[in-house]
């Protein structure tokens, strides 16, 4: 069983920076790490959506993958040792208001699905005012 919990969230302004952080408890170092984990946000009256994820690639590599609304704006990246996963948000823009999920799953699923994942955080809220 895993634990995941997001923390980072908040009131900023367009144009600004937030870092997200999505801690997960349960697995070892080395479970963790085989884990391919997503950001994923849902905005009020809207579907969840998919923001980026990253996974395990082979040979000591992880590859990413984003949304194209979030390309070039924002960053996943993880701390095995840490069992952490961050998602750095630069340049928000008011349209990235939403509730930020992150959330994991065993190996070989497809990044975007929601229904790829076996566990899910509670959520962490982000506001960007205009």
């Known amino acids: 069983q895993v634990q995941l919990a997001e923390s980072g969230g908040g009131l900023v302004q367009a144009g600004g920076s937030l870092r997200l952080s999505c801690a997960a408890s349960g697995p070892s170092g080395r479970t963790f790490s085989s884990y391919t984990m997503g950001w994923f946000r849902q905005a009020d009256g809207k579907e969840r959506e998919f923001v980026g994820g990253?996974?395990?690639?082979?040979?000591?590599?992880?590859?990413?993958d984003y949304a194209d609304s979030v390309k070039g704006r924002f960053t996943v990246s993880r701390d095995n040792a840490g069992n952490t996963m961050y998602l750095q948000m630069n340049s928000l823009k008011p349209e990235d208001t939403a509730v930020y999920y992150c959330a994991a799953s065993g190996p070989g699923r497809p990044f975007a699905r929601p229904s790829s994942y076996d566990y899910w955080g509670q959520g962490t809220r982000v506001t960007v005012s205009s």
């Open positions: 990253i996974r395990w690639s082979g040979n000591r590599l992880y590859f990413t």
